[in-house]
């Protein structure tokens, strides 16, 4: 079992959700709430990492983030470190491949509260921040919830873009499924095996999280 | 109007509106109209919900809308009581907290003692805990209610709100409103598709057809005299006809109405020129039946002559639809006691004849029928 690697998952999956909860948040509710010009465009773009292959995602934000490019560029003259190859382009990569996982669950979520009731809490005097808190994010969490748990889950498993963006280097973008890949590679097949048990399992105990949430969800409409 | 409401809502798109409508403290004021008709719409923008292009809304002499002078007032600043269709109660929160949310902040007292006194007020009391899933239909009604009254609004609106309970639930809840307009004294303006129901509840009615008012009277006059023929066929009138004006009579104070063979007395319509097409209508309650058995002096009146086309007996009522001699076929109907269509051998297919209170016909201005 390699440590380092396993814990730099998990860190890079807490960030990753840390950075989309916020985004995730306004994005979802704008999407839900609001039409504007260009919308389903915006929708579009942000499905195209779901359908998009890892390695085309990854191949894009290694050019994007390359010291060849004014992103690259910026980032090396602000930090004095190439973004490629860092754990902080490894992040950047990851929020931009899970904005589909964040978004759509929070996006669905905030649409599935009535748009009666936001009007009544209106009528009710409530200002805009306390429909917001009181009434929203108390109907849409377990939605939000689960765009986090399926971000974090997803993180936890992503590998092409990981190893177009990060490479493998230990300690900064190696993370657990490299890792397994690197140890198959290398016929280490029990580590791979106690490695990929271990996302397996963090996996399942994720799903489990989300579908008992939903549950609860229905539960509490019919209940 | 210095206190209560008044509202003029215009709109071109995307729902075309045209409304004019004053309600006082203490009034009900019912808005009536086929689904569609843009009631809702209406009550969404004294809200503050829906914003007219132009329109100008003053409850107790503040002014929530003009858009002259770009004033716009949102909903949170407008003191309205709003129960919807679906109630919209909050899902998660107790029936407690669901009235407590609506409470203004930094009044006097905590906002859960006022939303438990305002529970009581609508017989709710020993339910506060329940979530609105765990309560009836009429429950979350009355929440809803409670949740409207809560923060001591202006002006009390009501989106079809017995429309989602059983038929003995909606009497029970329309006696209780009866009963609440005198407690609270506020403009209450109630949206319903029921005629019954606005005639039993409000005032007055409002006739909503196409986002513009047509009418706006007391019921018994809305129904008796409908400004429109197109008024007349959406109160859903049965004697509604087309005539002819022959001519005025103002020391009988009459109008001689041509209605195919027969030349009716009607009542005093100076507006109308001789010659003039009008529609007419007349309530069935002042057609009256010729008796056999006892013959009145109002026979006299406008005797017409015909045959029964169907008679339906609707509990102690008769309901008879006659076919009208020398009309080229027009149907009349009428309702007479049970015993008395028994005692005068009333029966399909047999003769009949009645009279037409002169005061009864209501002239109104001619109208293709379009909608």
Same mark, same amino acid.
């Given at each position: 079992?390699e440590?380092? $690697? /396993?814990i730099l998952s998990?860190?890079?999956?807490?960030v990753t959700?840390?950075?989309l909860?916020?985004?995730?948040l306004i994005v979802?509710?704008?999407?839900?709430?609001r039409r504007?010009?260009?919308r389903?465009l915006v929708? *579009?773009?942000l499905m195209l990492p779901?359908?998009?292959?890892p390695?085309?995602?990854?191949y894009y934000?290694?050019v994007?983030?390359? #010291?060849a490019?004014?992103?690259?560029?910026?980032w090396?003259?602000?930090?004095g470190a190439p973004?490629?190859?860092s754990?902080?382009?490894?992040?950047? =990569?990851?929020?931009?491949?899970?904005?589909p996982?964040a978004?759509?669950?929070?996006?669905?979520?905030?649409?599935?509260i009535p748009?009666e009731?936001r009007d009544? *809490?209106?009528?009710?005097?409530m =200002?805009p921040?306390r429909?917001?808190?009181t009434i929203e994010?108390?109907?849409a969490?377990?939605?939000?919830l689960?765009?986090?748990?399926?971000?974090?889950a997803h993180?936890l498993?992503?590998?092409g873009?990981?190893?177009m963006?990060?490479?493998?280097?230990p300690?900064?973008t190696r993370?657990?499924?490299i890792?397994?890949y690197?140890?198959?590679q290398?016929f280490?097949?029990?580590?791979a095996a106690v490695? $990929?048990?271990?996302?397996l399992?963090l996996?399942v105990?994720a799903l489990?999280?989300?579908y008992?949430l939903s549950n609860r969800?229905?539960?509490?409409?019919?209940g | 109007? @210095?206190?209560?409401?008044?509202a003029?809502l215009r709109?071109e798109t995307?729902i075309?509106l045209?409304?004019e409508?004053t309600?006082?403290?203490?009034?009900?004021?019912?808005?009536?109209?086929?689904s569609?008709a843009?009631?809702s719409?209406?009550?969404r923008?004294?809200?503050g919900l829906n914003r007219?292009?132009?329109?100008?809304?003053?409850?107790?002499g503040?002014?929530w809308l003009d858009?002259?002078?770009?004033?716009d007032l949102?909903?949170?600043?407008?003191?309205?009581g709003?129960?919807?269709q679906?109630?919209a109660?909050?899902?998660?929160?107790?029936?407690? =907290?669901?009235? !407590? !949310?609506?409470v203004?902040?930094?009044?006097?007292?905590?906002?859960?003692e006022?939303?438990?006194?305002?529970?009581?007020l609508?017989?709710? &009391?020993?339910?506060?805990e329940?979530r609105?899933?765990e309560?009836?239909?009429?429950q979350q009604?009355r929440? &809803?209610?409670?949740? *409207?009254l809560?923060?001591?609004?202006?002006? /009390? /609106?009501?989106?079809?709100?017995f429309? *989602?309970?059983?038929?003995?639930?909606?009497r029970?809840?329309?006696?209780?409103l009866?009963?609440?307009?005198?407690a609270?004294?506020?403009?209450?303006?109630?949206v319903?598709?029921?005629?019954e129901?606005a005639?039993?509840l409000a005032?007055?009615?409002s006739?909503?057809?196409h986002?513009?008012?047509?009418q706006?009277a007391? &019921?018994?006059?809305i129904? @008796?005299r409908? =400004?429109?023929?197109l008024?007349a066929r959406l /109160?859903?009138l049965r004697n509604?006809?087309?005539?002819?004006?022959?001519?005025h009579?103002p020391d009988r104070?009459?109008t001689?109405?041509?209605?195919?063979?027969?030349?009716?007395?009607a009542?005093y319509a100076p507006q109308? $020129?001789?010659?003039?097409?009008?529609?007419?209508a007349?309530?069935?309650s002042?057609?009256?039946?010729?008796?056999r058995?006892r013959?009145?002096r109002g026979e006299?009146?406008n005797?017409?002559?015909?045959?029964?086309?169907?008679?339906?007996?609707?509990?102690?009522t008769a309901?008879?639809?006659?076919?009208?001699?020398?009309?080229?076929g027009a149907?009349l109907t009428?309702?007479?006691?049970?015993?008395?269509?028994?005692r005068n051998g009333?029966?399909? #297919?047999?003769a009949i004849g009645?009279?037409?209170l002169?005061?009864?016909?209501?002239?109104?201005?001619?109208?293709?029928?379009?909608?």
């Amino acid at each position: 079992m390699e440590w380092t $690697a /396993l814990i730099l998952s998990l860190r890079l999956g807490v960030v990753t959700v840390l950075i989309l909860l916020p985004v995730g948040l306004i994005v979802g509710r704008l999407l839900a709430y609001r039409r504007f010009p260009g919308r389903g465009l915006v929708e *579009a773009s942000l499905m195209l990492p779901l359908v998009l292959p890892p390695t085309v995602v990854g191949y894009y934000l290694l050019v994007a983030f390359g #010291g060849a490019s004014p992103i690259g560029q910026v980032w090396e003259r602000l930090t004095g470190a190439p973004l490629v190859f860092s754990f902080e382009g490894l992040v950047i =990569a990851s929020v931009i491949v899970n904005l589909p996982f964040a978004i759509q669950p929070m996006q669905r979520a905030f649409e599935a509260i009535p748009r009666e009731i936001r009007d009544a *809490a209106a009528c009710c005097g409530m =200002a805009p921040s306390r429909i917001l808190r009181t009434i929203e994010l108390p109907l849409a969490w377990p939605g939000i919830l689960s765009g986090l748990v399926l971000t974090f889950a997803h993180t936890l498993g992503e590998f092409g873009v990981v190893l177009m963006v990060g490479g493998s280097i230990p300690g900064s973008t190696r993370t657990v499924s490299i890792a397994i890949y690197d140890r198959v590679q290398a016929f280490d097949e029990r580590a791979a095996a106690v490695m $990929a048990a271990t996302l397996l399992l963090l996996s399942v105990v994720a799903l489990g999280l989300v579908y008992a949430l939903s549950n609860r969800r229905a539960g509490h409409r019919h209940g | 109007m @210095a206190d209560g409401l008044s509202a003029r809502l215009r709109n071109e798109t995307p729902i075309p509106l045209d409304v004019e409508l004053t309600c006082a403290p203490g009034e009900v004021l019912a808005l009536v109209g086929p689904s569609g008709a843009g009631k809702s719409t209406v009550l969404r923008c004294i809200a503050g919900l829906n914003r007219p292009r132009h329109g100008r809304i003053v409850t107790d002499g503040q002014i929530w809308l003009d858009t002259d002078k770009a004033i716009d007032l949102a909903p949170q600043s407008r003191a309205v009581g709003i129960v919807f269709q679906n109630y919209a109660l909050f899902p998660h929160m107790s029936a407690l =907290a669901n009235v !407590a !949310a609506a409470v203004p902040r930094g009044g006097a007292g905590m906002p859960e003692e006022r939303a438990r006194r305002l529970l009581e007020l609508v017989h709710l &009391a020993g339910l506060e805990e329940r979530r609105p899933g765990e309560l009836s239909g009429g429950q979350q009604q009355r929440v &809803a209610l409670a949740r *409207a009254l809560a923060r001591a609004p202006k002006v /009390l /609106l009501l989106d079809e709100p017995f429309a *989602a309970v059983d038929q003995v639930t909606r009497r029970k809840l329309q006696r209780e409103l009866v009963l609440l307009r005198r407690a609270v004294h506020v403009p209450i303006v109630l949206v319903t598709h029921d005629l019954e129901e606005a005639a039993m509840l409000a005032d007055r009615l409002s006739i909503l057809h196409h986002g513009r008012t047509l009418q706006t009277a007391p &019921a018994t006059e809305i129904m @008796a005299r409908p =400004a429109t023929a197109l008024v007349a066929r959406l /109160l859903d009138l049965r004697n509604v006809f087309e005539g002819q004006i022959e001519g005025h009579l103002p020391d009988r104070s009459a109008t001689m109405l041509r209605w195919g063979g027969y030349l009716l007395e009607a009542a005093y319509a100076p507006q109308f $020129a001789e010659g003039a097409k009008v529609a007419w209508a007349i309530p069935s309650s002042d057609v009256i039946l010729h008796r056999r058995d006892r013959p009145s002096r109002g026979e006299r009146e406008n005797p017409l002559a015909g045959q029964i086309e169907e008679m339906i007996a609707l509990g102690e009522t008769a309901s008879i639809t006659m076919r009208v001699e020398h009309t080229g076929g027009a149907s009349l109907t009428l309702g007479v006691p049970l015993h008395v269509a028994r005692r005068n051998g009333l029966a399909h #297919g047999g003769a009949i004849g009645v009279s037409l209170l002169k005061t009864g016909i209501h002239c109104m201005p001619w109208e293709p029928r379009s909608s």
